[in-house]
C-alpha cells in the first residue's frame, strides 16, 4: 500500500531569487529516483508538500507546467518555520516531495473556452503553471484567447520576470503587467491595483473563464468587477488556501465547511464557494 | 441553599432591569449531576435561570478578561482574589465590575464523591448544610460534606470575597489553624531523586489537553509559550520531557499569581493535582515575600515589581 | 452465525491463553478511571466501570505515533531521506470495547480508508485488530447511543458481542474474524435457548433504560450556512474555555497534527492529537487565522459532528453517543443540548 505521508526525495537543482526584498525564491528540484518522477503526474493548479526533514512540511502551489517535465518548480515566500527553513538551503540540499496534491483548474470544462487570468502577488505560481501549460504547442490551439493581469506592490516585486518579458513579446497571449506603484521611469507597462487594470482592461466574459488568485483584499474588489464584466459565477475559479498538515483530507483542520480544501480544493468556482461558510 | 439562588436571581433581576450592569455573570444548573454551566445572562427575563450550589466551582473570574461591558459577578473568596489580580494586571477594570461577595463553605469534589459509587451511577444529589445526599437506581447515601469537599477549599483561609460592592449574605467564618503546607513539606522532605519520581508519577497520565491553562485565571496571556512555533519551545508530543516542561515552567509563570483556586485542577480530565505545583510556589513567595496572592489592589505579585528590600541580592 | 457460551471463570483463562497469540487491551483502573491499557494476564481488567474515560481511539490512532525516522547528519547520503518507522502490526484483540466505542471505529475508516488515500497505520491496525465487545447491560444517563445509529447491544463495528448473563457470557459472532478466533481456541459451546432468552431480556431492559434522547432527523435537511450563521452559538459558546477535552476524550475526534522533532543527527516526524479547538489549529503563518475565535472553534466541532459530516458521508452523525464530553467537559457544554439547537 502507497503510504500517502511519504515524500520522495529530491534534490534542489538551482535557487534563484525573484523579488528585490529577497522573500521570494524559486526552487528547481529534480527527482534522486526516476521512477518517482514517472509517478509525479500533474495538472496546473495543484500543489505538493515540501518535506525538511527536521523543520516539516509546507504546502506550496505547483509552479512548473506538466510539460515541463525535467523538473519542478516552487516559489515560496519566507514567513515561518519551514520556508525560512527552505530559503537557508541551496543547490545540491536534498528535501521531499509529497504530491500531487488537491485539484486542478478545471481543463476539461475549459477546452474551447477564452481564458482571463488574474492574480496579484506571489500567488502568481500555479498560474504560471497554466500560462507555461496553455502556451505548450500542443495545448495552445485547444483554447481561445488568453488574457492575463498580473499585478504586484512594485517592479521587483514581480515574479517570473523574464518569462513575463517573452510573453509579452507573443501574439497568442494578452499580457496586463502592473504594480502598485513604480518609481523606475523607464517602467513600461500598467500602474494601478489589479481590480482597476481589470475594470480598464475590461476583458470579454463571453466564452470565458476567470481564473483568480491573489491576496485576499485583491479578491474582494476584483471578484464585483468580474460580475459586473458578466462572468457568471460557476465560470469564476479560485484557489484557496487553509493551514494544512498531512495535505491528503485526513488532518482535518483545511476544512471550509464540508470540504477539504486540500483534496477537495485548492480550485473552486465561485459557485461552490457561495455554499460554503465564509471561513477562510 | 434555595435562599442563595433566589437572592442571587432578584439580585440580578435589579441590576439587570436598573442597566446598572449590562450583563450578569453567575451559573446555570448543570445537565448533570454535581455539574454546573457558567452562564452570562443580558436581560431581566434570563435572571431565573442562575442556580448556585457547591458543584459551582468553576472560578468565573476566567471569563473576565478583556470583557468591554460593566458586568456584575458573583464572586466566591477565590474568584474575588483572582479579579484583584487582573485588575492589577490590566485584565480588566476595576469600574466595569460589580462584584456581589457569596460567601463560600468550601465547594465539592465531585470526583472524590464519584470515587465513592463504586461504579453505580449518580442520577441527582440533594444537598443540606452538613450533608451531601446521593440518589441513584435504587439507592440513597449520605455523605458529611466536609470530607468531600475540593483540596484547595479544604484548606482555603479566604472564603469570603476580599473585594467586593456587597456582599450576599453574611460572612462566613474564615478557617483558623489551617496548615496549608503540608503535602509541599512532605515533597520537600524527599531526596532528589524521589522528588523527581514523584513528579513523573504525578504528570505521567497528562494528554497535554491544556485544559488546566485554560481554566486558570491566571493564564492569560495571548500566546501561551507552548504554542510559540519561532522558536519553538518544547514538541508538542505527550513525551515526558515536554509535559513536565509545560507544567513546571507554567507553575512558575504563576509564581505569587496563583490564588489556589483549584479550577486548574478541577478542569483535568485525568485528574492530575497539578496544584502539587503551584503550591510549592505559593510557599515560596509567601516565605520569602509575605505575599498572598490577590488579597488587596494595593499590593503587586512580587515577581511582577520591584522594591529595595527584595530578599534576593542579585536583583539589586 | 450461531451465539456461543463461557461460563465466566473459563473466560479469565480465554484471556490468558489469547495473550500468547494477540496483544489484548482491555479496561484497566488507573486510580478512579478506567482506561484501555494492553495487559499482561487477565486479571489486571477492571469491568466494574461504565465505560472508559478516554475512548479507546489512541488504540487505533495513538496519541503521539512516530511516521518516519530519518538522520540529518549531511555527510550521510542518506541525509533527509525519510524511512518508515516499523510497527508492530501483529495480531491484537480489544476486550471489553463497547458497541459505540466500535461503531466509532467504523465512522473513522470513512476519513482514514478512503478509495483515493489510506491512512497505513489505521488501515494496518484495523485489519489485525479483533474487536471483541461488551454489552452494556447498565447504560449511564449520559449515553444517547440509541438516538445516534449505536445502541447497548449493537452490533456494528465488532467482531465478537458478550452480553453478561450471570456466571455466564453469551457471544455473539459477529464476523469471521471473530468466529474463526472462537474456533481456534475451542469456544464452541452454543448458547442454550434460555441463554438467548436471558441475554434478550437483557437487552430489552437495557434498551428501556436509556432515558437521553436527541433528534438527528432534520440535521441533513437544514441549510449549511443558515446553522453556520445561527444565533445560538453565541450562547453556548460562553462558557467554553477550549480546552479540548472533549475532543480528547470523543471516540470519533481524529485530528492530528504533524511534526518534526530533531535530537543530535536523528530526527523522526511524528503525528499527534490535535483539535479544532486550540487556535493554533488553523493559524496561517501570515499570521491570518480563519478561526480566531472561540465562537468559531466551538461552532466548527459541532458543525462538523453534527452537519458536514453528515452532509459528505451520508452515515449519520460523527457521534456516537458514548456521552464522555457531557461529563468531561469542565464547563458543562452538552452536545445533547446543541443536538437540540441545530436539529430542531
Ligand atoms: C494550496 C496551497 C498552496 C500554496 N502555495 C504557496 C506557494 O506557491 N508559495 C508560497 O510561498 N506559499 C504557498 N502557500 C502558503 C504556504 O503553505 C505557507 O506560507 C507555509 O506553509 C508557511 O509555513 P512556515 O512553516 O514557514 O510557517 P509557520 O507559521 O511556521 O507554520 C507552521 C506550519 O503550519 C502550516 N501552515 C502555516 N501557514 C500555512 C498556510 N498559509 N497554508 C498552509 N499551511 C500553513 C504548515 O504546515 C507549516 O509548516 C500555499 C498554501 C496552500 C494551502
Ligand atoms: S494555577 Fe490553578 S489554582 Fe492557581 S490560580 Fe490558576 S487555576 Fe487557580
Ligand atoms: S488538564 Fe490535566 S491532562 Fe490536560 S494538560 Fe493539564 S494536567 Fe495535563
Ligand atoms: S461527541 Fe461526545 S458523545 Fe459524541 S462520540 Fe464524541 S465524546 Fe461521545
Ligand atoms: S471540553 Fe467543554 S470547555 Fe473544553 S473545549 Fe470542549 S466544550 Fe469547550
Ligand atoms: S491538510 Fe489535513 S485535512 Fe487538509
Known amino acids: 500500500m502507497e503510504n500517502p505521508y511519504l515524500p520522495y526525495p529530491v534534490r534542489i537543482d538551482s535557487v534563484v531569487t525573484e523579488t528585490e526584498d529577497r522573500n521570494l525564491k524559486t526552487f528547481k528540484l529534480i527527482f534522486l529516483n526516476s521512477a518517482d518522477r514517472e509517478k509525479f503526474i500533474h495538472r496546473a493548479g495543484q500543489f505538493a508538500e515540501l518535506s525538511i526533514a527536521g523543520k516539516g512540511e509546507i504546502p506550496i502551489g505547483i509552479a512548473s507546467s506538466p510539460t515541463e517535465q525535467e523538473y519542478l518548480l516552487f516559489t515560496v515566500n519566507k514567513v515561518g518555520v519551514v520556508t525560512t527553513a527552505l530559503h537557508q538551503m541551496s543547490a545540491g540540499d536534498v528535501i521531499g516531495v509529497r504530491g500531487p496534491l488537491g485539484n486542478w483548474y478545471p481543463w476539461e470544462q475549459m477546452e474551447g473556452k477564452n481564458i482571463v487570468i488574474i492574480g496579484g502577488g506571489f500567488a502568481f505560481t500555479t498560474l504560471r503553471a497554466s500560462i507555461v501549460y496553455l502556451l505548450h504547442p500542443d495545448n495552445r490551439s485547444h483554447f481561445g484567447d488568453i488574457t492575463v493581469i498580473y499585478g504586484a506592490r512594485t517592479p521587483g516585486m514581480l515574479l517570473y520576470k523574464d518569462e513575463l518579458a517573452a510573453w509579452n513579446e507573443r501574439d497568442d497571449i494578452r499580457i496586463h503587467i502592473t504594480v502598485d506603484a513604480a518609481d523606475d521611469p523607464n517602467w513600461q507597462y500598467n500602474v494601478g491595483f489589479v481590480p482597476a487594470i481589470t475594470q480598464e482592461k475590461a476583458p470579454s466574459a463571453k466564452d470565458a473563464y476567470a481564473v483568480v488568485c491573489g491576496p485576499p483584499i485583491m479578491i474582494k474588489f476584483t471578484l464585483p468587477i468580474l460580475r459586473e464584466l458578466g462572468f457568471p459565477e460557476e465560470r469564476t475559479i479560485m484557489s484557496l488556501e487553509m493551514r494544512m498538515k498531512c495535505g491528503v483530507g485526513m488532518c482535518g483542520r483545511c476544512n471550509i465547511g464540508g470540504e477539504y480544501v486540500c483534496k477537495d480544493g485548492p480550485v473552486f468556482s465561485l459557485t461552490q464557494l457561495s455554499q460554503l461558510p465564509g471561513e477562510y | 441553599m434555595v435562599s442563595l439562588k433566589e437572592k442571587m436571581i432578584h439580585r440580578a433581576l435589579l441590576l439587570l432591569s436598573e442597566r446598572k450592569v449590562d450583563a450578569v455573570l453567575g451559573f446555570q444548573r448543570g445537565t448533570i449531576p454535581m455539574m454546573s454551566h457558567p452562564i452570562l445572562i443580558r436581560h431581566p427575563e434570563g435572571a431565573d435561570q442562575l442556580h448556585w450550589d457547591s458543584f459551582c466551582s468553576t472560578n468565573l473570574a476566567n ?241 511582577d515589581t520591584y522594591s529595595p528590600d527584595d530578599p534576593q541580592e542579585f536583583i539589586r | 452465525m450461531a451465539d456461543r457460551v463461557i461460563k465466566k471463570s473459563e473466560f479469565i483463562e480465554l484471556i490468558d491463553r489469547l495473550l500468547e497469540s494477540y496483544r489484548v487491551y482491555a479496561p484497566v483502573r488507573q486510580q478512579d478511571m478506567t482506561n484501555f491499557q494492553e495487559i499482561s494476564a487477565a486479571d489486571q481488567v477492571d469491568l466494574s466501570l461504565a465505560n472508559t474515560t478516554m475512548s479507546p481511539k489512541s488504540i487505533m490512532l495513538p496519541q503521539s505515533e512516530t511516521m518516519f525516522e530519518f538522520n540529518v547528519d549531511k555527510t550521510s547520503d542518506q541525509a533527509a531521506i525519510l524511512r518508515e518507522t516499523e510497527k508492530d502490526l501483529s495480531p491484537r484483540l480489544i476486550f471489553g470495547i463497547r458497541p459505540c466505542d466500535a461503531k466509532a471505529f467504523q465512522l473513522l475508516d470513512l476519513n482514514f480508508d478512503t478509495v483515493a488515500y489510506k491512512d497505513p497505520w489505521w488501515v494496518a491496525r484495523r485489519k489485525t485488530t479483533t474487536l471483541m465487545g461488551l454489552a452494556c447491560n447498565a447504560p449511564c444517563s449520559t449515553c444517547f447511543c440509541t438516538s445516534v445509529g449505536s445502541g447497548p447491544f449493537a452490533p456494528e463495528g465488532l467482531d465478537l458481542l458478550l452480553v453478561d448473563v450471570d456466571d455466564y457470557f453469551l457471544i455473539q459472532v459477529i464476523t469471521e474474524k471473530g468466529e474463526k478466533l472462537l474456533n481456534e481456541e475451542g469456544i464452541e459451546t452454543e448458547a442454550a435457548g434460555a441463554m438467548k432468552q436471558a441475554a434478550l431480556a437483557s437487552e430489552k431492559s437495557s434498551l428501556q433504560s436509556i432515558k437521553s434522547v436527541v433528534s438527528a432527523a432534520s440535521l441533513a435537511q437544514h441549510d449549511t450556512k443558515t446553522l453556520f450563521d445561527s444565533d445560538f452559538w453565541e450562547e453556548v459558546q460562553f462558557a467554553c474555555i477550549n480546552c479540548g477535552v472533549c475532543t480528547f476524550v470523543c471516540p470519533t475526534c481524529w485530528c492530528f497534527d504533524i511534526q518534526d522533532e530533531v535530537h543530535k543527527d536523528n530526527g523522526i516526524r511524528l503525528r499527534n492529537w490535535d483539535s479544532c479547538m486550540f487556535p493554533l489549529f488553523t493559524l496561517h503563518g501570515s499570521g491570518h487565522n480563519p478561526r480566531a475565535q472561540k465562537l468559531q472553534r466551538l461552532r466548527q466541532r459541532f458543525m462538523h459532528k453534527l452537519k458536514y459530516f453528515v452532509d459528505k458521508y451520508d452515515k449519520g452523525v460523527a457521534c456516537v453517543g458514548c456521552g464522555r464530553c457531557v461529563q468531561q467537559c469542565p464547563v458543562n457544554i452538552d452536545i445533547r443540548e446543541v443536538f437540540r439547537l441545530m436539529n430542531d
Open chain 2, 63 to 303: 471569563y473576565l478578561p478583556q470583557r468591554k461591558e460593566r458586568i456584575a459577578i458573583f464572586a466566591k473568596g477565590c474568584d474575588s482574589r483572582n479579579i484583584v489580580l487582573q485588575i492589577l494586571e490590566n485584565q480588566i477594570k476595576r469600574e466595569q465590575l460589580y462584584i456581589i461577595g457569596v460567601p463560600c463553605q468550601g465547594m465539592l469534589d465531585r470526583r472524590k464523591v464519584q470515587a465513592e459509587l463504586n461504579g453505580r451511577e449518580l442520577l441527582g444529589v440533594r444537598e443540606t448544610s452538613q450533608h451531601l445526599h446521593l440518589l441513584g437506581e435504587g439507592f440513597m447515601d449520605s455523605l458529611e460534606r466536609s470530607s468531600y469537599l475540593q483540596e484547595n477549599c479544604a484548606i482555603c483561609t479566604h472564603r469570603n470575597a476580599v473585594i467586593h460592592d456587597e456582599l450576599l449574605v453574611e460572612p462566613v467564618l474564615e478557617q483558623e489553624g489551617v496548615d496549608r503546607y503540608e503535602d509541599v513539606r512532605a515533597i520537600e522532605a524527599m531526596t532528589a531523586s524521589k522528588r523527581w519520581s514523584y513528579f513523573e508519577e504525578l504528570l505521567a497520565p497528562c494528554i497535554r489537553c491544556y485544559a488546566c491553562r485554560n481554566a486558570c485565571p491566571m493564564c492569560f496571556c495571548p500566546v501561551c509559550f507552548v504554542d510559540e512555533s519561532t522558536p519553538q519551545w518544547l514538541g508538542k508530543s505527550i513525551d515526558p520531557t515536554d509535559t513536565k516542561t509545560f507544567h513546571f515552567l507554567r507553575a512558575y509563570h504563576l509564581a505569587g499569581r496563583c490564588t489556589d483556586c483549584g479550577n486548574c485542577e478541577r478542569a483535568c480530565p485525568m485528574s492530575i493535582k497539578v496544584r502539587q505545583l503551584t503550591k510549592k510556589l505559593e510557599k515560596d513567595i509567601l516565605e520569602l515575600y509575605g505575599y498572598e496572592a490577590g488579597l488587596s489592589l494595593d499590593q503587586s505579585p512580587p515577581l
